[in-house]
T-cell receptor, first 113, second 114 residues
Framework: ETGVTQTPRHLVMGMTNKKSLKCEQH?????MYWYKQSAKKPLELMFV???????ENNSVPSRFSPECPNSSHLFLHLHTLQPEDSALYLC????????????FGPGTRLTVL | DAKTTQPNSMESNEEEPVHLPCNHS???????IHWYRQLPSQGPEYVIH???SNVNNRMASLAIAEDRKSSTLILHRATLRDAAVYYC???????????????FGQGTRLTINP
């Protein structure tokens, strides 16, 4: 059973909408991640947060805005997205030791019309 | 990040062993070998990791070549539930956030026949 939950599981939005994806971890971890998985492409790391501080921004467009209010919650705010942003967005968490396992949520399937 | 090479797909039969290969000829002395898998409609999940010695856990075994340039994930008795994409990933055991990255390739899509 995963200790990482994501809501909503599915989201359809127009290009002018603003929406947010939510991730919550119940594992006591202090590092959280957003990944993007597009069709027929490998998972791509988007953002990394450690102790609520962003430590990695992997050249992600500004229409994606992450927020980490505490070590248990992570948000991805979306605005003026493009159809090519349609993908599976995955959240993960881990401890801060480099070999720590990352635990993934089930993902949010996003469709941009 | 060091690269890994895996076959795009493999097929096996239920209740038979499965050997999933991974080549990592440019591996450095500080790289751990990690395996994750992604079941259909789910996020990836950790399977196993190792550095130099072979490793066993309840899910699988990891056999690492003596020169560390390749490794093999072994599922001893595959079930239908093992059908997934399997990713072989190198992670630097150094400090800093570069070591925390998981760089996913295309992985191997494993099909299990009943």
């Amino acid at each position: 059973e995963t200790g990482v939950t994501q809501t909503p599981r599915h989201l359809v939005m127009g290009m002018t909408n603003k929406k947010s994806l939510k991730c919550e971890q119940h594992l006591g971890h202090n590092a959280m991640y957003w990944y993007k998985q597009s069709a027929k492409k490998p998972l791509e790391l988007m953002f990394v947060y450690s102790l609520e501080e962003r430590v990695e921004n992997n050249s992600v467009p500004s229409r994606f805005s992450p927020e980490c209010p505490n070590s248990s919650h992570l948000f991805l705010h979306l605005h003026t997205l493009q159809p090519e942003d349609s993908a599976l967005y995955l959240c993960a968490s881990s401890g801060r030791v480099p070999t720590d396992t990352q635990y993934f949520g089930p993902g949010t399937r996003l469709t941009v019309l | 990040d060091a690269k890994t090479t895996q076959p795009n797909s493999m097929e096996s039969n239920e209740e038979e062993p499965v050997h999933l290969p991974c080549n990592h000829s440019t591996i450095s002395g500080t790289d751990y070998i990690h395996w994750y898998r992604q079941l259909p409609s789910q996020g990836p999940e950790y399977v196993i990791h190792g550095l130099t010695s072979n490793v066993n856990n309840r899910m699988a075994s990891l056999a690492i070549a003596e020169d560390r340039k390749s490794s093999t994930l072994i599922l001893h008795r595959a079930t239908l539930r093992d059908a997934a994409v399997y990713y072989c990933i190198l992670r630097d055991r150094g400090q800093g956030w570069g070591a925390q990255k998981l760089v996913f390739g295309q992985g191997t899509r494993l099909t299990i026949n009943p």
